[in-house]
Antibody, heavy 119, light 110 residues
Framework: QVQLQQSGAELAKPGSSVKISCKAS????????ISWIKQTTGQGLEYIGY????????NYNEKFKGKATLTVDNSSNTAFMQLNSLTPDDSAVYYC????????????WGQGVMVTVSS | DIVLTQSPALAVSLGQRATISCRAS??????????MHWYQQKPGQQPKLLIY???NLESGIPARFSGSGSGTDFTLTINPVQADDIATYYC?????????FGGGTKLELK
């Protein structure tokens, strides 16, 4: 069965970076896009961007350009998102999600990673 | 960006019909496809896909869930509502990049 297993919660200081992971199993990793989505109480669900695991091609929401960097390691079926120059506004739950074929909906989600930015 | 508007909450009785609406700031239909999707999220859990492309039931989702609509107005119907359906429901469009989500409708018991 398809599973996306994300890394654990992060506590980070303002100005630092974190890198969270999303390990996929149960399907052919290189045939799908992995998207990343931010959830906060105030802003709800926000789309960060996607990476196509087959080629490494990325596309970012303008709002998150420079904030997030998406990469993949096909040898371990793992996608990564690095968040840079952290501020308290980056405190959120971050999900990875697989895009269903062709229509940019998200058919499988990771369990989420809580990132807390605090001094 | 396309803005999706949902009512914040809806109170229903068990066994009754729940109708959750989502209005888009512009059409999310293109050609023969309608690029609106629905998710359920329970506290402490990740969202779960219920309906894709407006009216297609995702595999494994009970048939009491259904979706309808086109253009800018969409509905998720749960009939009959069961206790396990108490959750927050989100619509999401993929007509334009970036994909955007509605603010969510919290389904509550009367």
């Amino acid at each position: 069965q398809v599973q996306l297993q994300q890394s654990g919660a992060e506590l980070a200081k303002p100005g630092s970076s974190v890198k969270i992971s999303c390990k996929a199993s149960g399907y052919t990793f290189t045939r799908y896009f992995i998207s990343w989505i931010k959830q906060t109480t105030g802003q709800g669900l926000e789309y960060i961007g996607y990476i196509y695991a087959g080629s490494g091609r990325t596309n970012y929401n303008e709002k998150f350009k420079g904030k997030a960097t998406l990469t993949v390691d096909n040898s371990s079926n793992t996608a990564f998102m690095q968040l840079n120059s952290l501020t308290p506004d980056d405190s959120a739950v971050y999900y990875c999600a697989r895009e269903g074929t062709g229509s940019s909906y998200f058919d499988y989600w990771g369990q989420g990673v809580m990132v807390t930015v605090s001094s | 960006d396309i803005v999706l508007t949902q009512s914040p909450a809806l109170a229903v009785s068990l066994g009754q019909r729940a109708t959750i609406s989502c209005r888009a700031s512009q059409t999310v239909s293109i050609s023969r496809y309608t690029l609106m999707h629905w998710y359920q999220q329970k506290p402490g859990q990740q969202p779960k896909l219920l309906i894709y492309r407006a009216s297609n039931l995702e595999s494994g989702i009970p048939a009491r869930f259904s979706g309808s609509g086109s253009g800018t107005d969409f509905t998720l119907t749960i009939n009959p509502v069961q206790a396990d359906d108490i959750a927050t429901y989100y619509c999401q469009q993929s007509r334009e990049s970036p994909p955007t989500f509605g603010g969510g409708t919290k389904l509550e018991l009367k």
